[in-house]
């Protein structure tokens, strides 16, 4: 094997091709990509949380109502329970449509991807 191809498979090994060869390991994530994943993202997160909060709504709703709580009281608990109810659907929903759409694009580009070290620390 001769000199400069070891060194260019050990640049390739090391990940500092991209250096070398520019066109090496560059990711191709368009602007399409990114404006296809927050779509679906907002329309799926607006939709499920518009569902969930309204069950939930609902039975909070009901629940005082028969307690006799007020009706401006009822509907200020009821808004923030469904806005609270919203947060891990909408954090569901950006994790799903990030990995599918960006996360997986970028590790296919790369090679081995899967077997490099992570630089923070997991719980």
């Keep these: 094997m001769r000199r400069a191809d070891r060194e260019d498979l050990q640049l390739w090994f090391l990940g500092s ?3 070398k060869y520019p066109d ?3 990711p191709e994530i368009k602007e399409t990509d990114y404006i296809k994943a927050w779509s679906l993202f907002w329309l799926c997160a607006t939709v499920a949380g518009l ?3 309204a069950v939930i709504g609902a039975i909070l709703g009901a629940a005082m109502g028969a307690a006799g709580v007020p009706i401006p009281t009822i509907q200020v608990v009821c808004g923030i329970a469904g806005f ?3 947060i ?3 954090y569901l929903f950006f994790r799903i449509f990030v990995s599918r759409f960006i ?3 970028l590790n296919a580009l790369v090679p081995d991807a899967g077997n490099q070290p992570t630089t923070f620390a997991q719980s």
Excluded: E, T, W
């Design 103 to 105: 996360v997986q694009k």
């Design 88 to 90: 891990p659907i909408s």
């Design 17 to 19: 091709a991209s250096a």
């Design 51 to 53: 569902i969930c909060g």
């Design 84 to 86: 609270l109810v919203s």
């Design 24 to 26: 090496i390991m560059k």
